[in-house]
Structure formats: C-alpha cells, structure tokens
C-alpha cells in the first residue's frame, strides 16, 4: 500500500505470482502463528473475510468443503473471536481462524490489499501465491476445488455465477 497524493492510498491486491507478506496472528484464541509457521505444514488457503459481509457468508462454507485437500484452509477474520464463534455456528463452518484485528489495524490486511472480502490467496511454501480472487467466482472456485483434489459444489447447490464482494 502506497500513499498517493493527497494523502489517499493506493491498495495493491496481491495477484498470483506476488511473494505473500509474511505476518502473525491469533489463532483460534490459542495463541501466535506466522505465515512462514502455517507454510512449514505446505500449501495454504488464506480466506480473508467480515461475518457481516453476505459474500462471505455464502462463500466460506463452501471453502470449509476443501479441507483434508491438497492444501490447508484458513480464515482470516477481520473481526473479534466472539463474532468468528457465532458465524462460524450460523454457518456451520468449521475452518481455522487468524484474527486480523482492527485495534492493530487489520496488519494482514492491509499488506495484502484488502480492499473487499472475501478475499482468497493460495500460497505455496516458498510464499509465492498460486491463485487469488475477490468475491465470488464460481468458475473460479470449480478451479481452486480442483487444485484441491476436492469437489466444492454439490449438484443440490444454488449458487450463483457470481456476486461481487
């Protein structure tokens, strides 16, 4: 993020082929964890979201289907524990969460260029993202399930094509 003239900032969305900045969060409430330290266990997802965000609340539990893939699954919550633990029940999702906190203002965030969630990052060991998206794709969520070994759309589902985050 750069600031521009007149004080604004110019956000850079990290896009596939981008070296992932490295941070450190809470997770789960159970302690401290980096990116380097999630990466050690291989490939992850970083699912950056707000439970408010209706996007989100369609997307994340379609993501939590492709855990025990080819790659771990994380979300990143811009809000605090106890609104992660309610969506996570109103939503019967059951992903890790790194909280990426607004009182230390959203550091994960912010050097990824965040500016509309959900946003997705899948990022190899040696940091260097493989695939990126913003809202909701459905074509590209079909791709990331496949790079997953993992099916992310049941034939009941009614989803959309798209929607915007």
Do not use: H
Not at 98 to 127: C, H, T, W
Request: glycine share 10%.
């Amino acid at each position: 993020m750069m600031a521009r003239p007149g004080g604004l900032l110019d956000w850079t969305f990290m896009e596939t082929g981008d070296l992932a900045p490295d941070f450190r969060l809470e997770l789960d409430g159970v302690g401290m964890t980096s990116l380097s330290e999630i990466l050690a266990g291989g490939p992850a997802l970083l699912a950056f979201y707000k439970v408010t965000c209706p996007t989100c609340q369609l997307t994340l539990p379609y993501l939590a289907r492709l855990q025990g893939g080819s790659f771990r699954v994380l979300a990143v919550s811009q809000d605090g524990a106890d609104a992660v633990k309610e969506f996570n029940e109103a939503f019967d999702v059951d992903l890790p969460n790194l909280l990426d906190k607004a009182q230390e203002g959203y550091p994960a965030s912010n050097a990824y260029g965040i500016a509309y969630v959900p946003a997705m990052f899948l990022v190899q060991p040696d940091r260097r993202i493989a695939w990126s998206s913003c809202g909701f794709q459905k074509s590209g969520l079909e791709t990331l399930a496949g790079l997953a070994g993992k099916v992310i759309f049941r034939s009941e589902d009614q989803v959309p094509d798209w929607k915007p985050g």
